[in-house]
């Protein structure tokens, strides 16, 4: 988890670090994983047979984003410790609805523990 003083608060830092990373199980960081290593952007893959028994293919299908058709504003964070900058590029080539892209200076908890 990053913290930059000039934008995050180390009270909240210290109080989030406690918890972090709430709100996650073992599969979203395993789900997490797979999208890291595999190069994809994809549903979860169980495996062969589940992957026949859950999607009817060996391999987990890709999310099929570029069927997305509401209006999407993407907000990303220059210093973001979690998420790639190639992986942010390569979405922003996906996303046929895009009306907005902005890029904070932040890492990736800025907006929760940010100074106010």
Same mark, same amino acid.
């Given at each position: *988890?990053? $913290?930059?003083? =000039? ?8 109080? @989030?670090?406690?918890? #972090? +990373? ?21 549903? *979860?893959? $169980?495996?062969? =047979? ?8 060996? @391999?987990?299908?890709? #999310? +099929? ?40 200076? #932040? ?10």
């Amino acid at each position: *988890m990053s $913290y930059n003083p =000039e934008y995050d608060s180390y009270e909240a830092l210290t109080l @989030i670090s406690h918890h #972090y +990373p709430a709100g996650a199980n073992i599969f979203t960081a395993l789900h997490y994983s797979q999208l890291r290593t595999s190069g994809r952007f994809h549903f *979860m893959d $169980y495996g062969t =047979e589940e992957n026949i028994e859950l999607y009817g293919s060996e @391999i987990a299908p890709d #999310y +099929p984003i570029e069927d997305i058709q509401v209006p999407i504003a993407l907000f990303t964070s220059e210093f973001d410790d979690v998420e790639l900058p190639e992986h942010t590029e390569w979405l922003l080539t996906q996303l046929n609805s895009l009306i907005e892209h902005v890029s904070y200076p #932040y890492g990736h908890m800025s907006p929760i523990m940010c100074i106010t």
